[in-house]
């Protein structure tokens, strides 16, 4: 069965600097797409960058990168520049095969508090 | 803000008692998922609509019911509830179907408090 591990529980970066979240996954799909998504303290979920399994460069979107290493099977999110409104859980998602591809299955998260 | 609405944001309830949650997906989207957090299980996929048709089914107990309407709106019915029950309630959309290559965009949650 697919799964994904995020191995950081917490995390504490300084504003203005970059941080690395982790995240593993495991599965016997080819074809997958993973997904990163942010939940603020208000509760709700938002998508931040999507990487397909087939895409050779690594995806970007604004100050968020995801280092893409499919051999590793490994899909570390970095933020760079951090904000205070970077404070949040963190979420790693991938597809799931054993529904189609339509589902996501979801990691446990990381708590990530950005200090002054 | 994604576009997609949640009704209630809140639901506190006793158990043994029968809830319906209300989605409304973002212009344009054709598929509607449910998916339940909670401390224990974290967040499970619950079931999918593509187009008013169930396309994949997950962890949903047979206490739990879902549909989708003509106008894509879809109505999660929780019955004979329980405290384990207890949990944040996502519906999302998506244009399409596959994880390929539609991101799922996530309403604001429903929390529902079961007493």
């Known amino acids: 069965a697919q799964k994904i591990t995020q191995t950081q529980p917490g995390m504490f970066v300084q504003e203005k600097e970059a941080v690395t979240l982790d995240c593993t996954y495991d599965?016997?799909?080819?074809?997958?797409?993973l997904f990163w998504y942010k939940q603020p303290s208000s509760g709700e979920m938002i998508f931040l960058i999507y990487?397909?399994?087939?895409?050779?460069q690594n995806a970007t979107e604004g100050r968020y990168s995801l280092n893409f290493q499919k051999a590793r099977k490994s899909a570390n999110l970095v933020i760079s520049a951090s904000q205070l409104g970077d404070s949040a859980m963190y979420f790693c998602a991938m597809s799931r095969p054993d529904m189609g591809r339509r589902a996501l299955t979801f990691g446990s998260g990381t708590r990530l508090q950005v200090q002054p | 803000d994604s576009g997609v609405t949640q009704t209630p944001k809140h639901l506190i309830t006793a158990t043994g008692q029968r809830v319906t949650l209300r989605c409304s997906p973002r212009?344009?989207?054709?598929?509607v998922y449910w998916y339940q957090q909670s401390l224990d299980q974290g967040l499970q996929f619950l079931i999918q609509?593509?187009?008013?048709?169930?396309?994949a089914k997950g962890n949903i107990l047979e206490r739990f019911s879902a549909q989708q309407f003509p106008d894509l709106h879809s109505e999660l019915n929780l019955s004979s509830l329980e405290l384990g029950d207890s949990a944040l309630y996502f519906c999302?959309?998506?244009?399409?179907?596959?994880?390929?290559?539609?991101?799922?965009?996530f309403g604001p949650g429903t929390r529902l408090t079961v007493l």
């Open positions: 599965t016997s799909d080819q074809s997958y797409g």
């Open positions: 990487q397909g399994s087939y895409d050779e």
């Open positions: 999302a959309s998506s244009g399409g179907d596959t994880t390929l290559t539609d991101t799922q965009y």
């Open positions: 212009s344009g989207d054709l598929s």
């Open positions: 609509y593509y187009n008013g048709e169930e396309r």
